[in-house]
């Protein structure tokens, strides 16, 4: 079992910047690959960025990337998301997901573990 925890969401301007942390505990953080999804009101849960085991390979959605970025820190057990220049489109509940193996997906279904989520409201 694998326990994730986000935090570091809240509100912001358009403009601004925000840094999403995801803390992991249960077992070996540093063989699970780590992504990131979010999802808006009445939309569906959509892929924001993914990490594979050591943090050397990294994707984005299209619509984040030069925005945002994704790493990760073994040995704090944690993933982060730097998520700068904020459009209001970007307001979701932000969710932390661990995969079960070293190598990223960009697909809700290849992740086995899921945190709460964290809400993101970026102003106009």
């Known amino acids: 079992q694998v326990q994730l925890v986000e935090s570091g969401g809240g509100l912001v301007q358009a403009g601004g910047s925000l840094r999403l942390s995801c803390a992991a505990s249960?077992?070996?953080?540093?063989?699970?690959?780590m992504g990131w999804f979010r999802q808006a009101p009445g939309k569906e849960r959509e892929f924001v960025a993914t990490?594979?085991?050591?943090?050397?390979?990294?994707y984005y959605a299209d619509s984040v990337k030069g925005r945002f970025t994704i790493s990760r820190d073994n040995a704090k057990n944690t993933v982060y998301l730097q998520m700068n220049s904020l459009k209001p489109e970007d307001t979701a509940v932000y969710y932390c997901?661990?995969?079960?193996?070293?190598?990223?997906?960009?697909?809700?279904?290849?992740?086995?573990?899921w945190g709460q989520g964290t809400q993101v409201t970026v102003s106009s």
């Open positions: 249960g077992r070996t953080f540093s063989e699970n690959a």
């Open positions: 997901a661990a995969r079960g193996v070293p190598t990223t997906s960009v697909g809700p279904g290849g992740y086995e573990y």
């Open positions: 990490i594979n085991w050591s943090g050397g390979r990294t």
